[in-house]
């Protein structure tokens, strides 16, 4: 059992930046696929970064070149750098963590066992 829970998000305007956190206990997060998936209002949820390790690391092309993510297994955290935020990038935020398996499928919300109770992340124009 993983227990994650999210924290970093805030109100920013356009261009600024965020830090998200996630917080795993219950098991070592190098286990794990780790990812960040958002949802913004009224739409589905969608994955916006995946890491299995440094050298396996996907972005939805929406947020590629803005946002880092990346893991400090020491201290079973999963973070999310994001620069140069949009008014589009509005929405709840939520770590997730599930089995390595085939890379095709590291966006699919069913492949993730555990998540966050999510933090939110509001940019205004």
């Known amino acids: 059992q993983v227990q994650l829970v999210e924290s970093g998000g805030g109100s920013v305007q356009a261009g600024g930046s965020l830090r998200l956190s996630c917080k795993a206990s219950g098991s070592r997060l190098s286990s794990y696929r780790m990812s960040w998936f958002r949802q913004a209002p009224g739409k589905g949820r969608e994955g916006v970064a995946v890491?299995?390790?440094?050298?396996?690391?996907s972005y939805a092309d929406s947020v590629k070149g803005r946002f880092t993510i990346s893991q400090d297994n020491a201290e079973a955290t999963l973070y999310l750098q994001m620069n140069s935020l949009k008014p589009e990038d509005t929405a709840m935020y939520y770590c997730?963590?599930?089995?390595?398996?085939?890379?095709?499928?590291?966006?699919?919300?069913?492949?993730?066992?555990?998540w966050g109770q999510g933090t939110q992340v509001t940019v205004s124009a």
């Open positions: 890491i299995d390790d440094e050298s396996k690391i």
């Open positions: 997730a963590a599930g089995d390595r398996g085939f890379w095709y499928a590291r966006f699919w919300e069913s492949k993730y066992k555990y």
